[in-house]
């Protein structure tokens, strides 16, 4: 079993910066990426970054390209998600998940598993 933790959401003015921490514990040797996912108020639940645990890919939403950054930290088992330029369109509950080896690279959050609990990322226009 893999579990993930997440950390670091709250509210900022747009433009503003943001660093989300997911700690990962359990079975991590089972991990072949983590990604980040958002669920919007009526919206599904959509990717937003994910980083394989070597850390050696690395895939961002269109709408991230240029702002987000997906990394790990080997020492920490944490993947962080530094959001920058953040938009009020980025506002949402914002979730780590794990995928396993026997499943590779994807983005549908339906291959995902180990959901952590979430936290509300809010910015204000």
């Known amino acids: 079993q893999v579990q993930l933790v997440e950390s670091g959401g709250g509210l900022v003015q747009a433009g503003g910066s943001l660093r989300l921490s997911c700690a990962a514990s359990?079975?991590?040797?089972?991990?072949?990426?983590v990604g980040w996912f958002r669920q919007a108020p009526g919206k599904e639940r959509e990717f937003v970054a994910a980083?394989?645990?070597?850390?050696?890919?690395?895939g961002y939403v269109d709408s991230g390209k240029g702002r987000f950054t997906i990394s790990r930290d080997h020492a920490k088992n944490t993947v962080s998600l530094q959001m920058n330029s953040l938009k009020s369109e980025d506002t949402a509950v914002y979730y780590c998940?794990?995928?396993?080896?026997?499943?590779?690279?994807?983005?549908?959050?339906?291959?995902?598993?180990?959901w952590g609990q979430g936290t509300q990322v809010t910015v204000s226009s």
């Open positions: 998940a794990q995928i396993g080896w026997n499943k590779g690279w994807v983005t549908s959050p339906a291959h995902y598993g180990s």
């Open positions: 980083i394989t645990w070597s850390g050696d890919r690395t």
């Open positions: 359990g079975r991590i040797r089972a991990i072949y990426a």
